[in-house]
């Protein structure tokens, strides 16, 4: 089929002689109605744009040419390429120059691409008879910048409406789009709260688009820490992509719609003596610098920063504490209490007192709390608080009265008192005879606080000899021994600060060995004793009860025997041999136990005349 613009030629050609051929061809391209069979070339600014001559080269091609067409003027031929000579020319265009590039298929190359370059492009191809054109348009496109936030607000307020700042990016092609967001969702504009302002600068020199765009946002109080970011969206070669800035956060001022007292301390409790530091704070942004604190006692506020520090409080400071703005228009209290623990020992320290006197010891709490008390006598924990309505020497020691607070940490308090029962020595004088009868044990036992110094006289001589046992609860014993033989009068004399005292033993010579106790014998050691007295008692009674059980059997016996036939008058003489040793043991048991209760009865009448003798002197 031939086309609109080889009929053209062809009809030029029989009105006109050949020398007009080339005429006939220039006015065939004027001839072409644009839009026919066009294609499209996408290329990236500054990269080489690759023009392929998309008809097929006629065997009869004498040149192929390359143009572009500007709307409304003329084209512009800019390569030239002879199929017959084989030499490649270049127009002279500017913006061209240097930049060509035509090769043997007719394939058209336009290094750096420019902004300039997008335009449309004609291949023509010349035959003899004909002119073949094929166009192919340009489509030029450049990445713009990551956009970026920039001339942004140091603060945004609530109910104002504030320029938060500028998304800008800047050598784009074609023109981008810039949207604002708020954490990841898209902000669209509404009046009065969200407006957004846009504007376009174009480069002379590259011609690239430069695009900024201005938000102004009134923000609330749930915008802090908002993220805010913006993005272009710009199309390239392959479509649409888009580009994001960095996210920002801006400080939202708002005002101050609570006031909070609250005390700072490590511990639950305040104790006298502590320092508190009460706080005051505001729930606004920028927090209030300074406040009224309203103490207890004080008649007016005192105006702080958010700190106020309560040195050494003591037990008055207990009370509401407020603090408010300094406008006075919002406030918070709180209430502290102050623990205190009060003890009161009557009598406290050293008190001296005399045995067989009464004592009344009152130990006297007070508390902000319920306190628990705790008695304790040389570090022995007491279940119950002394009282005394006689004093005994084992009264005597340290008692402590000692309280505490549980819930209030290092909060306890303790007295003592040192108790002293004072008395005037008492003597009592004792003897005893040692078992084997080598030497009589004559003792002075006594009592009396400060402790007694004894000395023993005998026939006007002092004995020094004596041998003492151990202080204990104002009680003592002072041992001398003596040969059995000898009849002499003692003399136990005691004194300490408050009297002298003494007693005197008329020891007589001896002939019966005596049962000897030991020495430094406590009341333990007499139970002992008492009860190894029970024991031989016991035994006593036991071989008795044998010895009976063994007569009846006998019994028995001889009884059986006179029954059997056969018994021989050697076996019965054997067993009255038997029953009579067995009577003669009983006997002998007998005789010992009844020595040992001799023994004892008169040692019984030994002390008893001690006695009387001691209550004598004593009178």
Same mark, same amino acid.
């Given at each position: ?343 009161? !020992? +009557?009598?406290?320290? #050293?008190? *001296? ?6 004592? /009344?010891?009152?130990?006297? $709490? @007070? ?122 009068? !003692? +003399?136990?004399?005691? #004194?300490? *600060? ?6 005197? /033993?008329?020891?007589?010579? $001896? @002939? ?108």
């Amino acid at each position: 089929m031939e086309t609109p613009s080889a009929a053209c030629c062809r009809r030029r050609r029989q009105l006109q002689p050949p020398s007009l051929l080339f005429l006939c061809l220039l006015l065939s391209a004027l001839c072409l109605r644009p839009g026919l069979g066009v294609n499209t070339v996408n290329t990236v600014y500054g990269d080489t744009i690759i023009l392929p001559c998309r008809i097929e080269v006629p065997d009869d091609l004498m040149f192929g040419k390359w143009k572009y067409e500007i709307a409304n003027k003329a084209p512009v031929f800019i390569a030239f390429r002879s199929a017959t000579k084989k030499n490649v020319q270049y127009d002279n265009v500017p913006e061209y120059k240097d930049r060509l590039s035509l090769s043997e298929n007719y394939t058209l190359s336009i290094n750096n691409a420019r902004i300039g370059d997008e335009r449309r492009f004609v291949c023509m191809l010349v035959t003899e008879d004909n002119v073949f054109e094929e166009p192919t348009i340009v489509k030029l496109f450049k990445q713009p910048s990551q956009p970026e936030i920039v001339n942004r607000a140091k603060f945004l307020e609530t109910e104002q409406l504030k320029t938060l700042g500028e998304c800008i990016t800047k050598d784009g092609y074609p023109e981008g789009n810039i949207m604002w967001y708020k954490n990841g969702i898209v902000l669209q504009p509404v009046e009065g709260t969200v407006v957004i302002t846009e504007r376009t600068n174009v480069d002379k020199a590259s011609e690239l688009f430069t695009v900024i765009s201005s938000l102004d946002y009134m923000p609330t109080k749930e915008d802090t820490n908002a993220q805010f970011i913006c993005t272009v969206t710009y199309f390239g070669p392959t479509g649409q992509e888009t580009i994001r800035s960095e996210s920002v956060v801006f400080d939202i001022h708002y005002p101050t719609e609570k006031v909070k007292i609250q005390v700072l301390s490590q511990k639950n409790t305040i104790k006298e003596g502590d320092n508190v530091t009460l706080e005051c704070s505001g729930n606004g942004n920028p927090p209030p610098q300074e406040f009224l604190f309203y103490i207890p006692g004080e008649p007016e506020p005192i105006r702080s920063p958010s700190l106020y520090v309560l040195a050494d409080v003591r037990r008055n400071a207990t009370g509401e504490y407020r603090c408010s703005l300094t406008d006075e228009s919002l406030t918070d209290s709180t209430i502290i209490t102050v623990h205190y623990l009060d003890l009161s !020992l +009557t009598p406290s320290g #050293e008190v *001296t007192k005399r045995i067989g006197e009464a004592l /009344l010891v009152t130990c006297t $709490i @007070s508390s902000s709390r319920n306190a628990t008390v705790f008695w304790s006598k040389d570090n022995t924990r007491m279940r119950t608080s002394p009282s005394f309505s006689s004093l005994q020497y084992q009264d005597a020691g340290n008692y402590i009265c000692e309280t505490t607070l549980q819930e209030v940490e290092g909060l306890k308090k303790r007295q003592t008192l040192t108790l002293i029962v004072e008395g005037k020595p008492q003597i009592k004088m004792s003897k005893k005879t040692s078992t084997d009868g080598s030497f009589k044990l004559i003792s002075c036992n006594v009592e009396g606080f400060p402790k007694p110094a004894v000395q023993w006289i005998s026939s006007g001589s002092i004995i020094n000899k004596a041998k003492e046992t151990r202080y204990i609860n104002g009680r003592f014993s002072s041992r001398i021994r003596i040969a059995p033989e000898e009849n002499v009068t !003692l +003399t136990c004399m005691a #004194e300490n *600060t408050l009297e002298r005292t003494m007693t005197s /033993l008329n020891v007589s010579a $001896i @002939s019966i060995p005596e049962y000897d106790e030991p020495d430094d014998r406590s009341d333990d050691n007499r139970g002992k004793i008492n009860d190894q007295t029970k024991l031989i008692v016991g035994i006593v009674v036991g071989l008795l009860l044998a010895a009976l059980v063994a007569g009846v059997v006998y019994w028995l016996y001889m009884k059986k025997s006179k029954d059997v036939n056969g018994e021989s008058e050697k076996e019965a003489a054997q067993n009255s041999q038997t029953l009579l040793r067995a009577k003669g043991e009983v006997h002998g048991v007998h005789r010992a136990a009844s020595k040992h209760v001799d023994k004892d009865l008169g040692n019984i009448e030994e002390n008893k005349k001690l006695e009387e003798n001691n209550h004598k002197l004593e009178a």
